[in-house]
């Protein structure tokens, strides 16, 4: 047997952070028994020497805290070390000058969703699993067919009939089993569910329904600190949909803590729409947990999720950082994400837009004095979500000319 300090992953159990259980992470799991999702534990004094600097520009480089066992076994599509791009124009002009963009748009698939897809497929297919079945409102889906495809695993999705139409062409090319439904990602999850009762060699990989998407999606907090020099943000805006990448962002500054390379504090912003917003409505009430709106409805599609299972993690991890929940409207997201594209050159997905409308109002509330280093998380390329965007431009016969310049 290798010494712990040459272990490709140091990966010990997996623990339930509500009621403490600790589970086998050498077997399939799912939730633990009182309903919650698990979290990945580690041999962190076995990882501490772990240095990243040298290695591919993966979210590989972090294998010691992946819960892959070998390199043999993972699945890849070059996927992670997305740019940190300084933001400087926009920044400036609303009043946070120190202000980055973590861009996930530039990964495979062209959402930050590759990250948890790739870690978990690599733990799947290494623990035997033949297919992976979930609910999505498109771009996990996608992902997760892509690298199934990539594992030679099968993959069963359904989405709403909503979903952007580019991640149900991702599912097809990859020979998903490919189901729209009429009605939201909660009404797909039930088909799921009653499909998975006759498919016993799949695993149901919905959101948080296995420990090792919030793996892959914790990395985006590694890569950050990284960037930085090893030096965490200040603050840290997240569109919150599901959660996972809160949630693994701040499993990722807690485990770095432990491994000794951070002291500071980053504090931590959900964000959500108007039009479904859980989250903020159970933060500013001081719950636990969260209550599913009525009719949730946004055009920022990734964020429109009723009820996260991981809820309470969401609001702990908020509570833990002294950060913040906010939501904001349509209309706001979609003149941030044509603020930022003619300030920045950057065409963000309308989740990733949240966030810098989210930004203005965090900025005008004093919440943000406008000295802190800030980033904010773009999920995905806004090429992607083509309808966001209205082009009303003049057409030019094809012997006309341009009009005179203004």
């Not at 016993?200 to 020099?229: A, F, H």
């Not at 349509?330 to 603020?339: C, F, I, K, P």
Request: net charge negative; glycine share 10%.
């Amino acid at each position: 047997m290798p010494r712990l300090s040459e272990q490709y992953s140091t990966l010990s159990h997996l623990e339930c952070p509500k009621c403490g259980a600790h589970h086998d992470a050498a077997v399939v799991q799912g939730t633990c028994d009182c309903g919650s999702p698990l979290l990945a534990r580690y041999d962190l004094d076995a990882a501490r020497g772990m240095s990243p600097a040298g290695r591919a520009p993966t979210l590989w480089r972090y294998h010691e805290v992946l819960p892959v066992s070998a390199e043999a076994a993972v699945v890849s599509l070059g996927e992670g070390m997305t740019p940190l791009l300084p933001l400087p124009v926009h920044g400036k002009r609303i009043g946070v000058p120190d202000l980055w963009m973590k861009d996930e748009g530039l990964v495979p698939t062209g959402s930050f969703k590759a990250r948890g897809a790739a870690v978990g497929v690599s733990r799947a297919a290494e623990l035997g699993v033949r297919g992976i079945a979930m609910p999505t409102n498109g771009n996990a889906g996608a992902a997760w067919a892509l690298y199934a495809a990539r594992a030679g695993i099968r993959s069963l999705i359904a989405m709403p009939v909503d979903a952007p139409v580019i991640t149900r062409a991702e599912c097809v090319a990859a020979g998903a089993e490919l189901y729209l439904v009429d009605g939201l990602i909660s009404h797909a999850g039930a088909l799921i569910r009653a499909a998975l009762a006759k498919r016993p060699d799949y695993q149901d990989v919905s959101t948080l329904k296995e420990p090792y998407r919030i793996e892959g999606k914790k990395t985006m907090g590694y890569e950050i600190v990284e960037q930085l020099g090893m030096r965490a943000p200040d603050v840290l805006l997240y569109p919150t949909g599901g959660g996972v990448g809160l949630i693994g962002i701040h499993k990722a500054l807690e485990e770095m803590r432990e491994l000794g390379w951070l002291t500071p504090e980053t504090r931590l912003v959900a964000v959500q729409a108007e039009g479904c917003r859980p989250i903020v409505d159970a933060w500013e009430a001081g719950e636990q947990e969260s209550t599913a709106p009525a009719a949730p409805a946004t055009i920022a599609f990734g964020i429109n999720v009723p009820k996260p299972l991981g809820d309470f993690l969401i609001l702990r991890a908020l509570a833990e950082t002294s950060g913040t929940a906010v939501a904001v409207s349509d209309a706001e997201l979609l003149a941030a994400q044509r603020e930022l594209a003619a300030d920045e050159g950057a065409f963000v997905c309308p989740e990733g837009a949240a966030c810098f409308a989210a930004l203005i109002r965090l900025r005008e509330s004093g919440w943000l004095r406008g000295d802190e280093r800030v980033v904010v998380l773009n999920t995905g390329t806004g090429v992607k979500y083509p309808d966001t965007v209205r082009v009303d431009v003049p057409t030019i016969p094809a012997d006309g000319a341009l009009p005179d310049p203004v």
